[in-house]
Structures are given as structure tokens and as C-alpha cells.
């Protein structure tokens, strides 16, 4: 029995509308009711899924959420933190730097805002749906009481292919870094993952690493994934994602989550499966 799912939202539980469809949303209340423990793990901010959890009735002081990328997790009503680990000012600016000589737009995203010192689409796209302001601020001028939660190159796919074929190896050793989407690559705390976060959080509610399930579509994904006592790739997830997964369910505009949760929690036959 899972007693603990961690889901992405961009990809995995949202489809391309994001949006959860009907059948994902009525798989999950009903894994809760038999006391399964949901928890959204997102890269976004918690204002960023916010609604999701509303919708989803995952708001109060006994469910949480882990969000930028396992770099914070808490409960989703109160201010109970249960993990937290950041990047500092001048992290952002050594990977400004970079970015100027890779030619490559970036943002940081702090506990309520997005920074940047430059507007582009990508932080424009990031801001709609995670319903966070932007600042744009030579990255100089940005205070030092900021705090950087995590900070991200935002460019057309084609560019970051290059640029992550750029990076220099030693900045693996320093940051953890992720391909959340093919236009964004991320920058977060080297000892913070989603896995860690799951981890954390397992700890918190004692629970064991078999009775986790993690279901994940991107690069941000691989470590919860690999950590879970089942971890599950979306049929549209990217193809090192699939090849950690122990299981590939369908993809997020086929009710992926609905199916995986039918199949291994719910004990409905994979042919009734949505």
C-alpha cells in the first residue's frame, strides 16, 4: 500500500489547458479518502499551484507541499516549514555573469517575486502562471536582504541544449541543476532536490521509502523518481525520465495520473483504467 504520492504539476498532473481533468482529480480524492497522503512537488513557487491545491482540498495544516524544486517544503495552511535551503545574492550574480558569456536570458525567482535584468517570454510565461510579479532590476542593484530562492536560464530550447553543453564542469559540483522544461533550466541549492524534499517530508509523517510513489515527466523530476519505492514517468516525459521510471503510465492529456493511480492504488483493472 502507497501511503505517499508526490506529484509534478507542469506536465504530469496538468494537462497542455493546464488544467486537472476530471478523471485525475476523482482518482486522487479517491486515494485520499482511503488515507493516502497527496502532496504536489512543483518547481514553481506555492502561490504558483496554490489554486491546485484548493482545488484538489489538500489546504490545511496536515497536508503540505513541496515547490521550487524541493528547495522548500511546508504545510499548505500555517507556517510550518520542514525543510528550507536557498541560494545567496551572489550565487545569482556568478551565474549572471555566465549567462552573459553564454548569451543567455535569466531570472531568479525570490520568495515573492521574480527578479530579472531583462524581460523576456520565459519570464513573462513564468510569471502568468505562477501569478507573481516581476521585477526588473540590473542584477547590481538587487538588495542584499533578497532572498534567492533559485535562479533559472530562460531561453528558446535550442539555445539551452547549447548552453548546458557549456557549462562549466564545476559548477555540477556547486549547484543542482535541472531541465524542468526544454526552455528552462534551473539553478538550486546543490544539497536540495525533490527527492530530498521527499525525503524530508517521509521523515516528517514516518514514512518508509516503499510506500512512496513519485510520478514525474522532466529533469526536475529524476531524483523523486528514483528515490520512490515506485517511481512513474509520463508517457511525455523526456526519454532519461523513462528510462529511471519503474513504470510509464500515459501522458497528461490522457489522464496519466488517473491511470497510475487506478492501476497501483485503487486496484482497478488496468482495463477499466481511464
Do not use: W
Request: charge should be negative; charged fraction near 25%; aromatic fraction near 8%.
Amino acid at each position: 500500500m502507497y501511503k505517499l504520492v508526490a506529484i509534478d504539476m507542469d506536465g504530469t498532473l496538468l494537462n497542455s489547458d493546464y488544467q486537472i481533468s476530471q478523471a485525475n482529480s476523482y482518482a486522487i480524492q479517491q486515494a485520499i479518502d482511503m488515507g493516502v497522503k497527496i502532496v504536489l512537488a512543483s518547481g514553481r513557487p506555492l502561490i504558483g499551484f496554490k489554486k491546485f491545491l484548493e482545488e484538489l482540498d489538500l489546504i490545511s495544516k496536515d497536508n503540505y507541499a513541496i515547490s521550487y524544486n524541493g528547495s522548500l517544503v511546508q504545510a499548505t495552511k500555517g507556517n510550518e516549514i520542514i525543510f528550507k535551503k536557498t541560494l545567496t545574492l551572489d550565487n545569482y550574480k556568478d551565474l549572471y555573469n555566465l549567462s552573459k558569456k553564454l548569451n543567455v536570458n535569466i531570472h531568479a525567482l525570490t520568495d515573492t517575486t521574480i527578479t530579472t535584468p531583462k524581460n523576456s517570454k520565459y519570464t513573462i510565461h513564468e510569471s502568468e502562471i505562477n501569478n507573481i510579479p516581476i521585477d526588473i532590476i540590473p542584477v547590481e542593484d538587487v538588495s542584499t536582504s533578497t532572498s534567492i530562492v533559485k535562479v533559472m536560464f530562460v531561453d528558446e530550447p535550442e539555445i539551452l541544449d547549447r548552453v548546458f553543453e557549456n557549462i562549466p564542469k564545476e559548477l555540477f559540483n556547486k549547484y543542482t541543476i535541472v531541465r524542468s522544461t526544454p526552455f528552462y533550466l534551473e539553478f538550486i541549492n546543490k544539497s536540495v532536490n525533490k527527492g530530498v524534499g521527499v525525503v524530508a517530508l517521509a521523515e516528517k509523517l514516518n514514512i518508509k521509502q516503499e510506500e512512496i510513489m513519485c510520478i514525474g515527466d522532466a529533469g526536475n523530476d529524476i531524483h523523486m523518481i528514483k528515490y520512490a519505492g515506485l517511481g512513474v514517468a509520463m508517457g511525455n516525459a523526456f526519454p532519461e525520465i523513462k528510462d529511471a521510471a519503474d513504470f510509464v503510465t500515459k501522458t497528461n492529456n490522457q489522464d496519466g495520473v488517473a491511470y497510475v493511480f487506478n492501476k497501483f492504488i485503487l486496484d482497478i483493472d488496468k482495463e477499466l483504467a481511464v
